[in-house]
Structure formats: C-alpha cells, structure tokens
C-alpha cells in the first residue's frame, strides 16, 4: 500500500486491445480495493481510427500529455485498415522511442503443463526472463534505398547500437537477474559469429559489465541456438539479454512454448521514466468484437505495471490468481477454446484476487 495516487494512461488501441483492456482494468479496480491503493485513469484514443479520422499517429502535443502520468497501460496498435508499419512506428515505436524506454521486459512463464507445446516439459521446466534493448539495433529506422525502383535497387538497413546504449540494458539485465535470485545466471543471445561490429561491442560489453557482478554466471548463446534451446532445453534459462531484433524474434518463440499470445505480457521499460505495458500478442483484427479473446496477457501485463509503481503485493496476488484461473478453469489458453468468453475469464480473476 502507498500513500501516492498512481496516475494511469490509456491506450486500448487498435482490434481486441480495448476488449482486454477493459478486463484488466476490472481487476485494476478490484485490486486497488483490496490493496487499498489509489489511482487515477485516463483514455486517450490513438490507434487506426483516430488516424484514419485525424491522420495523425501520435502529435507532440500527445506525447506531452502522456508525459503527465506515472505509467502507460497499452493494448494493442496494428489494424487492417491502415498500411503495414504506419501505426506500428506512428504509435507503438515511436512511444518506446520518446519515453526512452530502453528495456522491453518478457517474462516466459508456463503456468500449466497442458498448454505448453513441448512434450515432457512442465513449469518448473519454463521459467526464464527476456530483457531486450527497446530503442537501437535495426529498430532505430536508419538506412536508404540506392537506385530506388531500379533494376539496381539496394536497401540499407543499419543496426545502431551504441556504447551508453548497449551498456544500461546489459547493467539492467544483470541487476534484475541478481534481484530475481533464481539460478543467477545470465545469457547474452547474439551472432558474434557473422555481426562482428554489433555483436563484438556487445559481447565487449557484457564483459566488463560481468566484472561488477561476480555473483551472476554468465554465458553466451547464438541468437539461432537459444531458438534450438528454448525448444530443447528452456530449463536452462533464467535471464537472458539481447537486442531488439533478436529480441522480438525469441519472445514470439518463448510466448509459443509458455502457451502463446494469450497470456504473454511484457514490459517497456524506462527505469528513470515513464513505463508502458502490453500484452505482446496485438490486436487480432479475426476475434475484434467476439467476446471470446484471452485477456490474460493483457491481466499479467497489468500485474507488471502495479509491480513497477510498487505495487508489490497487488502484483503478487493478480499472477496468482491468473495461475489459478489457468489451472483450475481454463480449456485452453486461445481465442475461442478458453471454454469462457473474455469477460467471464476477467471475472474469473477478480474472484480468485
Ligand atoms: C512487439 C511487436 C512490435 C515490435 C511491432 C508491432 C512493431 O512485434 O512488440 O514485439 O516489433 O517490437
Ligand atoms: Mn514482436
């Protein structure tokens, strides 16, 4: 419990996003009443609609109001209306970008053996954590077409990643893994083999950074075997750090094996900063609508958004409840095979807080 009241935007965004967000913010409600603490929400509108109405994506004068609150609650940019990337750079990259939110924080937690496509492993099994870097690599949009629509056409797409850059997301990984105090031990996926710029300033790094934390084990894995791993041997994981392509890439593989989109949440994290979170599944523009969507993802989202503002024991007590409601209720974790609609399973939560 604190004194502070947290301040809250927003943003539903584009498909099923506002559908999960309602659930989440229902057990926000019932959190707060049960944890006695207090918070203001507010809405804002961005998304596909707001653009094809407006043409705008996200304003400065947006971006100023966000910038008046303690954190961001997201559900999901993308629709089909608007061309590929458009609202995916206009809102969601370009919020990670202004706010510096620097990590983008995956858990991969399988909470029920049943959903887990890989056989044999169970949730002891699967329980690691991917820290990405959110605002360089590939992401950062530098590069050029030479002779455009030419017969001779070259693109170029820079991965940026700079010293200050690479060395706040690797200290972040090795202070979580520490605070985590699992198997301490902390696993830099990269391609040193081929990306020799990138990977050598990273790999540099991370090993002057180790130095300061000589009660973490380290390793390094490949970007293509941590895949192989993370289908062979999740077990060997705890926490692991990455850029921000490699990072999208394995998450989508970790939300897979912790029992797909509907329950993976993640975090865009500025440690200093304004803090934003997701469930990491999109919109779904197929099951807008339908009442059937898993809200989970975006209900775990919301537990690590009330962690960040030092909600601890409301973060605590949400997990458990989804864990339960996975175990005890749940049919499966998709869109339509929930054996509940959307509502029910955000009902099903605030019962079991
Ligand atoms: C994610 C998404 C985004 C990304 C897209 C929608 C721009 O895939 O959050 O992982 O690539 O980061
Ligand atoms: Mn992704």
């Known amino acids: 419990m604190s004194e502070k009241i947290h301040k809250i935007a927003v943003i539903a965004g584009d498909g099923t996003g506002p559908e999960v967000i309602q659930e989440g913010l229902k057990v926000l409600a019932a959190a707060a009443s049960k944890f006695n603490f207090q918070y203001q929400t507010e809405i804002f509108d961005f998304g596909a609609q707001h653009y094809l109405q407006t043409g705008q994506t996200l304003t400065t004068e947006d971006l100023e109001a966000l910038r008046r609150f303690d954190t961001i609650y997201l559900g999901a940019i993308g629709a089909p209306s608007v061309k590929p990337g458009i609202l995916e750079q ?8 202004a706010f510096d939110q620097y990590i983008n924080l995956r858990p991969v937690k399988l909470y029920d053996q049943r959903f887990c496509p890989l056989r044999d492993k169970a949730p002891e099994d699967i329980d690691f954590v991917v820290v990405r870097e959110n605002t360089e690599g590939l992401y950062k949009g530098m590069g050029e077409f030479q002779n455009k629509e030419t017969p001779s056409e070259v693109a170029i797409q820079v991965s940026y990643n700079t010293r200050k850059g690479i060395e706040r997301c690797i200290r972040y990984a090795f202070e979580y893994t520490r605070k985590r105090n699992k198997k301490k031990n902390l696993t830099l996926c990269g391609k040193t083999n081929v990306l020799t710029y990138a990977w050598d300033l990273w790999r540099r790094t991370f090993e002057d950074v180790a130095k300061e934390y000589p009660d973490i084990q380290t390793d390094y894995a490949h970007v293509d075997a941590t895949c192989m791993w993370f289908v062979r041997h999740p077990e060997w994981f705890d926490v692991i750090v990455t850029d921000n392509m490699f990072g999208d890439i394995i998450t ?21 900063g304004i803090s934003m979170f997701e469930p990491i599944g999109g919109s779904a ?48 974790l998709a869109a339509g095979k929930m054996g509940y609609s959307t509502s029910e399973v955000g009902d099903l939560v605030v019962d079991n807080l």
């Open 90 to 97: 206009g809102i969601l990259l370009k919020l990670r970008f």
């Open 252 to 272: 989508d593989l970790g939300a897979m094996i912790q029992g797909g989109m509907g329950i993976a949440a993640g975090g865009n994290i500025n440690p200093e």
């Open 285 to 332: 523009p197929k099951y807008t609508g339908k009442n059937v969507i898993n809200p989970l993802a975006a209900i775990c989202a919301l537990a690590m958004m009330l962690e960040n503002l030092g909600e601890t024991q409301a973060a605590k007590t949400i997990e458990e409840a989804v864990i339960k409601v996975v175990k005890e209720r749940l049919k499966s």
